[in-house]
């Protein structure tokens, strides 16, 4: 595998290996929360303990960074690594202003999200909730990243776009679902949507990965291999090399 390949499949084994853990562990959780709280509230007594609460809210702030993490991570790799090498000094003197601008944006997305997870006020938990959710939808609207659009209905692209502007959605909102039944409904619903697009993302995702050529083999499955007909035609045949003249050496 070359360096290339290498750090495309960083987005999936990062999203294997600690998203999906995080996900189950999150939604055990909010089904326990859920239980303890009918329960509690039909003057009945639970075996669910307590601590299941604060569990599901602190993992699932680690499960919010990550999501957004993971997404930014497939989304540098894309524009600066798969679509052009943003260490190579060619890329900036073709397209140099873009690429400064692209990065700053993921700067200020970043850094508004660390201030969303730092912010108590709820007008600075929406400023900073609408920032890094404004420059998250900036950067994944760039030019060069597949969005499958004439199958938007199965696209790792959307799926991964909605979930994660769902999971700053959900960290924005916190302190909101503890004050009212309309906020923790809000929640319940939105998080049952985005656990739904995590099931989504893992079919699509393992798709995308089986669909995307190792790169040493992309210029041969790009130049001949037809995606409407899925057939490849073979190369032309190279013209057999000449034999060396009789005592050329
Ligand atoms: C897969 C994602 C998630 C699902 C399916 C989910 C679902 C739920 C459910 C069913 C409840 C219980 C509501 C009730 O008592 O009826 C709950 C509570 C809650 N969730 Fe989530 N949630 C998810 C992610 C998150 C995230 C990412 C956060 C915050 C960053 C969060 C914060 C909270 C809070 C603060 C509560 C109230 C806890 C309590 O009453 O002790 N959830 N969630
Ligand atoms: C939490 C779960 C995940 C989220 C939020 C997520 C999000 C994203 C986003 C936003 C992109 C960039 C847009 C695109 O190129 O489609 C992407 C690309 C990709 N993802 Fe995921 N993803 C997740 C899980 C997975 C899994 C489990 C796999 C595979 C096992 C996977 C494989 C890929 C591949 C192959 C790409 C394309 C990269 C390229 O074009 O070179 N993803 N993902």
Sequence with gaps: MTLQDVLGILHPAI?????????GV???AAWQVRQRRLA???GQKSKIPPAVGPEHVEIGRWLTG???????VALAFVLFVAKQNILDPKAWADKGSLLALQLAFFAVTIAAFVCLYRSTAKHWRAIFATLSG??????SAQEGIYRRDQEWWVSHFYYGTIATLLM??????????YRSKTWRNVHIAANIVALLLFIGLGFTGSRDLLELPLSWQRDFVFGNCN?????CTAPAPQPPTAPAPAGSN
């Design 15 to 23: 999203a294997v290996a600690f998203v999906f853990p995080l996900i």
């Design 134 to 139: 404004m420059g998250f939808t900036i950067i």
């Design 26 to 28: 999150v939604s055990r």
């Design 40 to 42: 509690v509230a039909n």
């Design 168 to 177: 700053i959605f959900a960290l924005s909102i916190l302190p909101e679902i």
């Design 66 to 72: 990550s999501v957004v993490g993971v997404s930014l």
């Design 227 to 231: 995606d409407a007909t899925k057939t």
